[in-house]
T-cell receptor
């Protein structure tokens, strides 16, 4: 039981490049989330998916797209990376309760130069 | 969305009880209070959640007064491994809860 896994762990991009961050959970959770965390700050919600087939914008969605591929997987795509997107990205999932415990992955450290 | 205010940092010593207070003056009737812990280079980890009065689990206690405008996370007998950032979140839905800057707790020997 791996919980929430994220790939890659580290990534360096040049401005304008694109990439997809992958997230998978094996807890049969309905809801999944993508957050970013900038140095010295709390996490900010980018997008979430309340259930398979649905996605919604969070607090800071600009510059990102997401796909809920199936119940297990939720990917985050940067179409044209910018230095302002340099951050640590965390994926999380939660079960049936809308306010239930969120389980977080280990994070992806992204640097855009 | 309910806004929360926490101390930026706190220091303590091993074996002491630590109380971290969070202010949430505009909490809504159906909002819950949730606390997370985050170690460096890791994702946050759920600690405890409550609606009113007192909630206790194997890790911490959460005290919520009758007016619910504040809450206190209590960590009994802290150790060096409790050094982390602690976040107070308020809301009725994970989509609406916001992580603020948190409280950086440093436990000293």
């Amino acid at each position: 039981n791996a919980g929430v896994t994220q790939t890659p762990k580290f990534q360096v991009l040049k401005t304008g490049q694109s990439m997809t961050l992958q997230c998978a959970q094996d807890m049969n959770h309905n809801s999944m989330y993508w957050y970013r965390q900038d140095p010295g700050m709390g996490l900010r919600l980018i997008y979430y998916s309340a259930s398979e087939g649905t996605t919604d914008k969070g607090e800071v969605p600009n510059g990102y797209n997401v796909s809920r591929l199936n119940k297990r997987e939720f990917s985050l795509r940067l179409e044209s990376a910018a230095p302002s997107q340099t951050s640590v990205y965390f994926c999380a999932s939660s079960g049936v309760s809308v306010r239930g415990e969120q389980y977080f992955g280990p994070g992806t450290r992204l640097t855009v130069t | 969305l309910a806004k929360t205010t926490q101390p930026i940092s706190m220091d303590s010593y091993e074996g002491q009880e630590v109380n971290i207070t969070c202010s949430h003056n505009n909490i809504a009737t159906n909002d819950y209070i949730t606390w997370y812990q985050q170690f460096p280079s890791q994702g946050p980890r759920f600690i405890i959640q409550g609606y009113k009065t007192k909630v206790t689990n194997e890790v911490a206690s959460l005290f919520i007064p009758a007016d619910r405008k504040s809450s206190t996370l209590s960590l009994p007998r802290v150790s060096l491994s409790d050094t982390a950032v602690y976040y107070c979140l308020v809301g009725n839905n994970n989509n609406d809860m916001r992580f603020g800057a948190g409280t950086r707790l440093t436990v000293k020997p």
